[in-house]
């Protein structure tokens, strides 16, 4: 029936709904262009407007499709009954001719019994050489055949008016009764579908209100698109940084080579580099704006990325941390106040119970602070302490005061030189993977690879011929990514970053803990 596919169009559109849910990290950032926007607002629109649609399939399957089902099952015994009833006056009919029939032709067998005994007795009383008493015996045969033939033809008289009664009241009386009892229920039964087809029809219009706004949103969606802010916004928020690079020197070889670096470079950070220092091994080949390259390894400063695209991401690092730390230091105000509360009423609680938790707490915000202030050089380096600035006046009291704090206590980090700077060693030019994020459809965005959870040792070869599999070779250390889940595989890491699934079976590995 038709609310069937109603009940899927619903569950498509629920179905549509689900599956284009976005992560709550992911939802800021995809509500600025326009297009995401409207397709949110249509998939909210159809939501509503499925659900309009599902409460007309359970409307017409609780008050029409049930009451008319159950209804036909009542007209359905009815007509029964009264089939049976005309079955039976049938039956009864023919009963009676089966008795009219048989009296009938015993009638008709009598009377040529009687015709012949009366002319046996007429030819025996002619005849001279029969005696007297075979005349009165033949004639007593003739009288007894004559009255026996009288009450056959009496009876087949009896049965002949009773069937024809019977059969009067047949098509007279009982088959015109249950003509009109059958009819009755069909005019019934048509009337019954007449107001399931009224009600599906209020059931529609209470609803259309509802399915109008809902259109009318799906209108306003669809208009409030603005493809020109929206290309904006993507390049804006993809925007690389760096500058274009400079004409390429003549380099005249019968004077001696020229090999002056270009005015301009590709990099923002370092010495500047020509065009030809940056295609390496590769000079001899142009250097297309769109080539495809294997992705960088990712480091924690985000220096693998364009200068725009690390400034990005070392703030919003900065503000993830800044509000991990702000709860830190609220939970540490919250256990001091507590313990405060458990010194000057002991009956409230053990104070001593409260330090490993103030310990861990002192503990959070040293590192949360050391990580800040980690970033914070990274984000100045990067060209954005004025923005770094600013972010600090949102951060506790503490954290400001963190730089001061690591002096007193000596304390360094790894990633950082003597002068405070951070140290170029181990980080990647980032001229190097300009255009690393572009992939040959330019659809896929720059994904932070997952920190590994252990190594492996590799103890056969194993080709990787499968799509998804990688190559190894006996003896070869790998990174875990992701254990083995039951299915035989398990997903490993180079050291240059590609990544693929090998057997589980192939290597030895051991998780850190």
């Known amino acids: 029936m038709q609310y069937c596919s109603w009940r899927g169009y619903a569950s498509t559109c629920r179905a549509m709904q689900m599956t284009a849910t976005i992560p709550p990290e992911r939802e800021t950032g995809i509500r600025k262009f326009s297009n995401h926007q409207s397709f949110l607002d249509i998939l909210n629109e159809m939501n509503d407007y499925a659900g309009q649609r599902e409460l007309i399939a359970e409307n017409m399957m609780m008050n029409i499709c049930i009451e008319i089902t159950k209804y036909l099952q009542e007209l359905k015994m009815e007509r029964k009954t009264h089939l049976s009833e005309a079955k039976k006056a049938q039956q009864s009919l023919e009963s009676t001719y089966k008795q009219l029939d048989s009296s009938k032709k015993r009638f008709e067998r009598e009377w040529r019994e009687a015709d012949k005994a009366a ?6 009383d002619q005849d001279i050489n029969a005696t007297k008493a075979d005349v009165e015996k033949a004639k007593q045969q003739a009288n007894m055949r004559t009255r026996i033939a009288e009450e056959c033809k009496n ?15 047949f098509y007279f009386s009982d088959m015109p009764l249950i003509f009109n009892k059958l009819q009755d229920m069909d005019e019934r039964r048509v009337r019954k579908l007449a107001q399931g087809y009224v009600l ?24 409030n698109v603005n493809e020109r802010n929206d290309s904006i916004a993507l390049i804006e928020q993809y925007k690389s940084g760096f500058e ?3 004409d390429l020197d003549f380099e005249d070889y019968s004077q001696g080579i020229n090999r002056a670096s270009s005015d301009s470079s590709l990099g923002t950070l370092g010495t500047p580099k020509g065009p030809l220092e940056l295609l390496g091994k590769n000079r001899s080949k142009p250097f297309w704006l769109f080539s495809k390259k294997s992705k960088p390894t990712v480091t924690e400063d985000f220096g693998h990325l364009p200068p725009e695209q690390r400034r990005k991401r070392l703030q919003q690092k900065l503000d993830d941390i800044g509000k991990e730390l702000q709860k830190e230091v609220d939970q540490s105000e919250a256990l001091e106040k507590m313990k405060d509360v458990y010194e000057k009423n002991a009956q409230m609680g053990d104070p001593a119970s409260l330090s490993p938790q103030i310990n861990q707490t002192a503990q959070n915000m040293e590192r949360l602070r050391g990580e800040l202030n980690k970033y914070e050089s990274w984000l100045t380096e990067a060209g954005k302490r004025g923005d770094s600035m600013l972010r600090r006046d949102t951060l506790p009291e503490d954290a400001l005061s963190y730089r001061s704090h690591s002096n007193n206590n000596g304390s360094t980090h790894e990633p950082y030189s003597p002068d405070g700077t951070h ?22 965005e720059e994904e932070e690879l997952v920190a590994p959870i252990g190594q492996c040792t590799a103890m056969y070869n194993f080709p990787g011929a499968s799509e998804g599999t990688i190559t190894m070779q006996e003896g070869e250390v790998l990174s875990v990514v992701e254990e083995d889940k039951g299915d035989g595989w398990t997903r490993v890491r180079r050291a240059n970053g590609n990544e693929g699934y090998i057997p589980t079976s192939y290597v030895s590995i051991s998780l850190s803990q």
């Open 155 to 169: 009876d087949y008289a009896a049965q002949l008016q009773k069937y024809n009664k019977e059969q009067s009241q």
């Open 119 to 124: 002319q046996y007795a007429e030819k025996t």
């Open 244 to 246: 274009r690079p400079g």
């Open 200 to 223: 599906f029809s209020d059931t529609e219009r209470h609803v259309m209100p509802i399915i109008g706004k809902c259109l009318e949103g799906v209108t306003k969606a669809g208009t």
């Open 423 to 444: 140290s170029e060693e181990g980080t990647p030019d980032p001229s190097q993977a300009i255009y690393a994020e572009f992939d040959d459809d330019f659809e896929e």
